[in-house]
């Protein structure tokens, strides 16, 4: 029963499985230094998606810090959050949360982790998609792949008609003429 | 009140209002031919890289973002409309200041030379720079008995190496009380609309937005004002509540107080129409 539950900060730390370089890696592919932190808290508070993530964006630097690898990389948050900078805004030591976020989702994907939010990882990979194709991201597309991938062609049948009919989603792709220029840019 | 366009800047649609806010598109054409300013598109512009492009590639964002900054022509400023289009294509550059690494990975790539003070703003600068009494002195009641709540969602706020840039917070407010508008004071003027999580998680973005149209309702607003097109199609798209308050683009309402006909192509695009309202208020035929 315990082992299914998830860390909190609360819990006592147990040093056994931590990561000890894990901040250092972090520090190192963000840009940010993350030791700066001092858990005031103040980011956990202005966040908008509190409600919906796993920790919120302090408790993502502490697992961090502390070394607690798996969980920060498994955390719904890094997904959830949209990167809308409203908590590196609050941070009295100018943490840049959102790039913290960039980082450890990059991590994640690098090195397989079970990740919480597969379809948001999804979504980016059909945006990159079209940008690859077009030069210009394609909304129809993009949510035409999405929603055929989940097999959940209904939920937003409604809204994506009304959509089509007042032309705000596009058959057609706006294409950019140079596009090996703008191809050349992904990685093979 | 038309001027002949007297200034030229390069001008950064972006995806969005290229496609799903063309509405947002005209009317900011629209607005900035009024004040004289003429909007000349980047040629053959592509992506900023959007949300996506950074969350799986930090190379990958630099690169797409800067293919823009290698078009941009130098000696006039970059004008973009969209936030997110706006702190892609800024923390670029911010990274060709300060990164001798990033330098060189654009020479490399581009082989174009960027414009080193090339100015990348959002069209609130313009608009701030702008003696806009002059434009707005003969119109201050045009929008009298229109009562709105100011949206700016996230725009305000940037990462902490952007954060020194000017910040345009009560522009939206000043210039539409100034026109006759009633703007309404309210708790959800920079509450994050979640952007892309209306795609991937609507089951979080829906109590959120919401609760946005309830606080704008609750406040007596006939209107939510938005500068970003992103908010504008997730306050349409998403909120389940009845009834609707309509979501304006600024452009939109700027230009129509400055006494535009020019609009029908604009309230055809919205989801949720603000016609019924605009006309009572006289604003549109």
Same mark, same amino acid.
């Given at each position: 029963?315990?082992?299914?539950?998830?860390?909190?900060?609360?819990?006592?730390?147990?040093?056994?499985?931590?990561?000890?370089?894990?901040?250092?890696?972090?520090?190192?592919?963000?840009?940010?230094?993350?030791?700066?932190? /001092?858990?005031?808290?103040?980011?956990?508070?202005?966040?908008?998606?509190?409600?919906?993530?796993?920790?919120?964006?302090?408790?993502?630097?502490?697992?961090?810090?502390?070394?607690?690898?798996?969980?920060?990389?498994?955390?719904?948050?890094?997904?959830?959050?949209?990167?809308?900078?409203?908590?590196?805004?609050?941070?009295?030591?100018?943490?840049?949360?959102?790039?913290?976020?960039?980082?450890?989702?990059?991590?994640?994907?690098?090195?397989?982790?079970?990740?919480?939010?597969?379809?948001?990882?999804?979504?980016?990979?059909?945006?990159?998609?079209?940008?690859?194709?077009?030069?210009?991201?394609?909304? /129809?597309?993009?949510?035409?792949?999405?929603?055929?991938?989940?097999?959940?062609?209904?939920?937003?049948?409604?809204?994506?008609?009304?959509?089509?009919?007042?032309?705000?989603?596009?058959?057609?792709?706006?294409?950019?003429?140079?596009?090996?220029?703008?191809?050349?840019?992904?990685?093979? | 009140? *038309?001027?002949?366009?007297?200034?030229?800047?390069?001008?950064?649609?972006?995806?969005?209002?290229?496609?799903?806010?063309?509405?947002? *598109?005209?009317?900011?054409?629209?607005?900035?031919?009024?004040?004289?300013?003429?909007?000349?598109?980047?040629?053959?512009?592509?992506?900023?890289?959007?949300?996506?492009?950074?969350?799986?590639?930090?190379?990958?964002?630099?690169?797409?973002?800067?293919? *823009?900054?290698?078009?941009?022509?130098?000696?006039?400023?970059?004008?973009?409309?969209?936030?997110?289009?706006?702190?892609?294509?800024?923390?670029?550059?911010?990274?060709?200041?300060?990164?001798?690494?990033?330098?060189?990975?654009?020479?490399?790539?581009?082989?174009?030379?960027?414009?080193?003070?090339?100015?990348?703003?959002?069209?609130?600068?313009?608009?701030?720079?702008?003696?806009?009494?002059?434009?707005?002195?003969?119109?201050?009641?045009?929008?009298?008995?229109?009562?709105?709540?100011?949206?700016?969602?996230?725009?305000?706020?940037?990462?902490?190496?952007?954060?020194?840039?000017? *910040?345009?917070?009560?522009?939206?407010?000043?210039?539409?009380?100034?026109?006759?508008?009633?703007?309404?004071?309210?708790?959800?003027?920079?509450?994050?609309?979640?952007?892309?999580?209306?795609?991937?998680?609507?089951?979080?973005?829906?109590?959120?937005?919401?609760?946005?149209?309830?606080?704008?309702?609750?406040?007596?607003?006939?209107?939510?004002?938005?500068?970003?097109?992103?908010?504008?199609?997730?306050?349409?798209?998403?909120?389940?509540?009845?009834?609707?308050?309509?979501?304006?683009?600024?452009?939109?309402?700027?230009?129509?107080?400055?006494?535009?006909?020019?609009?029908?192509?604009?309230?055809?695009?919205?989801?949720?129409?603000?016609?019924?309202?605009?006309?009572?208020?006289?604003?549109?035929?």
């Amino acid at each position: 029963m315990e082992t299914n539950q998830q860390t909190s900060i609360t819990d006592p730390i147990k040093t056994k499985d931590l990561d000890l370089n894990f901040v250092a890696e972090i520090k190192q592919q963000s840009g940010v230094n993350i030791s700066r932190c /001092l858990h005031c808290r103040c980011c956990a508070g202005g966040c908008h998606f509190h409600m919906a993530t796993d920790y919120p964006p302090n408790h993502i630097i502490r697992l961090v810090q502390l070394g607690f690898r798996k969980e920060a990389l498994e955390s719904s948050t890094i997904w959830l959050c949209v990167g809308c900078n409203t908590c590196s805004v609050q941070c009295p030591m100018a943490i840049d949360m959102a790039a913290v976020m960039d980082a450890l989702r990059q991590t994640a994907i690098k090195e397989g982790a079970a990740l919480a939010e597969p379809d948001i990882l999804n979504f980016h990979k059909d945006v990159l998609h079209t940008i690859k194709r077009h030069g210009r991201t394609h909304k /129809l597309e993009i949510m035409m792949r999405y929603k055929a991938r989940k097999l959940d062609l209904f939920s937003d049948f409604v809204v994506g008609t009304k959509m089509f009919a007042k032309r705000k989603l596009h058959f057609r792709p706006s294409k950019v003429k140079a596009i090996d220029e703008v191809r050349k840019t992904f990685k093979p | 009140m *038309n001027m002949k366009p007297t200034i030229e800047v390069s001008y950064f649609p972006g995806c969005s209002l290229d496609s799903t806010a063309t509405e947002n *598109n005209l009317s900011l054409i629209n607005l900035l031919n009024r004040l004289g300013i003429n909007l000349v598109e980047l040629d053959d512009w592509s992506c900023c890289g959007s949300s996506s492009a950074h969350s799986l590639d930090p190379e990958l964002a630099f690169d797409l973002a800067n293919r *823009n900054l290698s078009l941009a022509p130098a000696g006039r400023p970059l004008i973009v409309a969209c936030p997110n289009c706006l702190l892609r294509l800024r923390e670029a550059q911010y990274h060709l200041e300060n990164d001798e690494k990033a330098r060189i990975r654009y020479e490399e790539t581009w082989g174009r030379p960027v414009d080193p003070k090339l100015q990348i703003q959002h069209y609130f600068e313009l608009l701030d720079r702008k003696d806009l009494l002059s434009f707005t002195k003969d119109l201050v009641e045009k929008l009298n008995g229109l009562k709105c709540v100011i949206y700016y969602g996230c725009m305000l706020w940037r990462p902490p190496s952007l954060r020194h840039d000017k *910040n345009y917070y009560g522009l939206m407010e000043k210039i539409l009380a100034s026109l006759g508008a009633t703007v309404l004071p309210w708790t959800f003027a920079t509450q994050c609309c979640g952007t892309f999580l209306s795609v991937t998680r609507p089951d979080v973005i829906t109590p959120i937005a919401n609760k946005i149209i309830r606080g704008a309702k609750d406040a007596g607003a006939d209107f939510i004002i938005t500068a970003c097109a992103m908010c504008h199609m997730n306050l349409e798209i998403r909120p389940t509540v009845k009834p609707m308050v309509p979501t304006l683009h600024f452009t939109e309402i700027f230009s129509l107080a400055l006494g535009t006909d020019d609009y029908q192509e604009w309230f055809s695009k919205h989801l949720v129409d603000p016609s019924p309202v605009l006309r009572s208020k006289g604003l549109i035929q």
